[in-house]
């Protein structure tokens, strides 16, 4: 059993195998940035922390959108 992988190992890897799995992710992470984004550009008035909303949405994938929708709409309903 070979528990130690060197550079050899990695270019024997065909990346392109794992691109079918990969692919959905990523296209649904650009399109929740994308949503999020425009959401944010909409309702900007309503919104306190702009910039703060803006750069947790574009620099924490997947996460920063999904925050943005759930806590975004407690604080435009409390102001």
């Given at each position: 059993?070979?528990?130690?992988?060197?550079?050899?190992?990695?270019?024997?890897f065909?990346?392109?195998s794992?691109?079918?799995?990969?692919?959905?992710?990523?296209?649904?992470?650009?399109?929740?940035?994308?949503?999020?984004?425009?959401?944010?550009?909409?309702?900007?008035?309503n919104?306190?922390?702009?910039l703060?909303?803006?750069?947790?949405i574009?620099?924490?994938?997947?996460?920063?959108?999904i925050l943005?929708?759930?806590?975004?709409?407690?604080?435009?309903?409390?102001?």
């Amino acid at each position: 059993m070979n528990l130690h992988y060197g550079l050899n190992d990695i270019k024997d890897f065909d990346f392109f195998s794992i691109l079918p799995i990969v692919l959905p992710f990523v296209f649904i992470n650009f399109i929740l940035i994308a949503i999020a984004l425009i959401d944010l550009y909409r309702n900007r008035e309503n919104q306190q922390h702009l910039l703060i909303w803006t750069l947790l949405i574009i620099f924490i994938n997947l996460f920063g959108p999904i925050l943005y929708f759930v806590l975004s709409r407690k604080e435009t309903n409390r102001v």
